[in-house]
């Protein structure tokens, strides 16, 4: 199934790359332009399960690389019935310094809670998202707090050490 | 009832009531919740020790804090605090309240939470037993006895320093001071 799931992808789509491990996993690495439409041919195939997205921070490269998890309820579709369940990831990469992205509410309208937790902890901008405000986090951060160049030790001598106790700010005055 | 703490019935009547009578707020915090459900059930039966959880903090007079609080968490736990009716004492649970613990250089996790509500009593551990908590009410019992489970009075009598330290935290609060400050004469 996973074979002829790579020759309809690579018929498909030029700049692509498929990987397929021994435990039933798919990684399809695509250039950026062509991610909804893999992932729109992908949910064409049966795949209409968003897991997740996720965000990995590559500091030095200078990139943030973005992964779709998809996978397929397989009692419903005669194909797969009876076979292992395939985990299908699709990872693309984006400039850091530029990071936007086009929203995939289009193709999967689950997107949008992960879309904002992405907009929040990496500071990650989708376009076309209705509402990216915040979802976690209370206070204001100036470098969102996933990303690696966030100092978590200084931020905590900053905020949280600078507090003082009760008995210390009553001496105080 | 004990026939041998009749004395002590007679004598302060309030104090014992406090004493056998806990009621627990019913409130999640981190990973110490999962330590409650076969607290209160029948394997280790807290009732006998008069501890109730509650639904409602109006109800409640102990407020056992069960692990790390974030910040969304912190403002929770100070509106619960304020609703609760006096005399409240209140227990932080496991060692990520007393100084952060495996969050300490966490960018959301509050690390000292003593800053911001008073508290009367601590277990230390990751996560403590059934049994800690056991002991820990044992104790608080004991400064119950000796009237130094003062936290609620502390946090009338110092409110405007707590209140100085949840609003450097937040920036500002969206409730107004419990206590008005105080009127001179």
Same mark, same amino acid.
């Given at each position: 199934m996973n074979k002829s799931l790579k020759e309809k992808l690579l018929s498909s789509f030029s700049d692509i790359q498929i990987d397929i491990t021994e435990d039933n996993k798919v990684f399809i690495n695509t250039k950026k332009d062509d991610v909804i439409s893999v992932l729109n041919f992908l949910k064409n195939l049966?795949?209409?399960?968003?897991?997740l997205i996720s965000c990995t921070d590559w500091i030095e490269e200078n990139e943030f690389e973005l992964v779709y998890i998809l996978s397929s309820y397989?009692?419903?579709d005669t194909e797969y019935r009876n076979k292992e369940k395939t985990n299908i990831l699709v990872k693309t990469r984006i400039p850091r310094e530029k990071a936007e992205f086009v929203t995939l509410i289009n193709v999967f309208a689950n997107a949008e809670p992960y879309e904002r937790e992405l907009h929040e902890l990496y500071g990650i901008y989708f376009e076309g998202h209705p509402r990216l405000t915040p979802l976690f986090l209370e206070r204001e951060y100036k470098i969102p707090p996933f990303r690696k160049d966030f100092d978590t030790k200084k931020y905590v001598k900053e905020v949280f050490d600078n507090i003082p106790f009760v008995k210390d700010r009553k001496e105080k005055k | 009832m004990d026939r041998n703490k009749l004395e002590k019935w007679l004598k302060s009547p309030t104090k014992m009531g406090h004493k056998y009578s806990l009621h627990v707020v019913y409130f999640c915090t981190g990973?110490?919740?999962?330590?409650i459900p076969p607290s209160i059930?029948?394997?280790?039966?807290?009732e006998r020790f008069g501890i109730i959880p509650v639904a409602s903090p109006r109800q409640a007079n102990l407020f056992l804090i069960t692990g790390y609080v974030a910040l969304k968490t912190l403002k929770a736990i100070i509106r619960t605090y304020e609703q609760m009716p006096e005399p409240k004492f209140t227990v932080a649970f496991g060692s990520c309240p007393i100084?952060?613990?495996?969050?300490?250089?966490?960018?959301?996790?509050? @690390?000292?939470?003593d800053k911001y509500i008073p508290i009367d009593g601590w277990i230390a551990g990751c996560m403590p037993r059934p049994e800690a908590i056991f002991i820990g009410v044992t104790h608080l019992w004991t400064l119950i006895d000796k009237e130094m489970a003062d936290g609620y009075k502390k946090y009338r009598k110092d409110y405007k320093y707590y209140r100085e330290n949840q609003e450097q935290i937040f920036? @500002?609060?969206?409730w107004p001071p419990l206590f008005q400050k105080e009127v001179k004469k």
């Open positions: 049966g795949y209409k399960h968003l897991a397989m009692e419903n | 990973c110490g919740i999962i330590e059930t029948a394997r280790w039966d807290a100084n952060g613990g495996m969050y300490w250089d966490s960018y959301n996790t509050i @690390k000292h939470l920036g @500002k609060l969206e």
